[in-house]
Nanobody, 131 residues
Framework: EVQLVESGGGLVQAGGSLRLSCAASGFTFGDYTIGWFRQAPGKEREGVSSINSSDGSTHYEDSVKGRFTISSDNAKNTVYLQMNSLTPEDTAVYYC????????????????????????WGQGTQVTVSS
């Protein structure tokens, strides 16, 4: 059974940092691209960042470039999202997702930010940034 379990969300003041974790199980970690998405109230789910652990390739949406860093620990089948310089606009439920694809191929059709094309999802973790 495929499982993606997020953790690390919480309440933080603007300018602060949080690190989210996504623990994956039930599939071959290196065959999948792992992505982070977020969804704020009343808004569509949007892509944030993605990583493919087999080749180390990463992708960031413009809204988080320079502030967020994605990484993976292949021994633990875990992907991390380090979030720095947080603003209230980053407030959302953050979801971890997995797609059986290379990130290179996903980026050919901008699939990294297209939630419907991803195969598996975690339950989400709330991130709230206060002003």
């Amino acid at each position: 059974e495929v499982q993606l379990v997020e953790s690390g969300g919480g309440l933080v003041q603007a300018g602060g940092s949080l690190r989210l974790s996504c623990a994956a199980s039930g599939f071959t970690f290196g065959d999948y691209t792992i992505g982070w998405f977020r969804q704020a109230p009343g808004k569509e789910r949007e892509g944030v960042s993605s990583i493919n652990s087999s080749d180390g390739s990463t992708h960031y949406e413009d809204s988080v470039k320079g502030r967020f860093t994605i990484s993976s620990d292949n021994a633990k089948n875990t992907v991390y999202l380090q979030m720095n310089s947080l603003t209230p606009e980053d407030t959302a439920v953050y979801y971890c997702a997995a797609k059986l694809s290379s990130l290179l191929y996903l980026n050919r059709y901008q699939g990294a930010k297209m939630a419907p094309v991803w195969d598996y999802w975690g339950q989400g973790t709330q991130v709230t940034v206060s002003s």
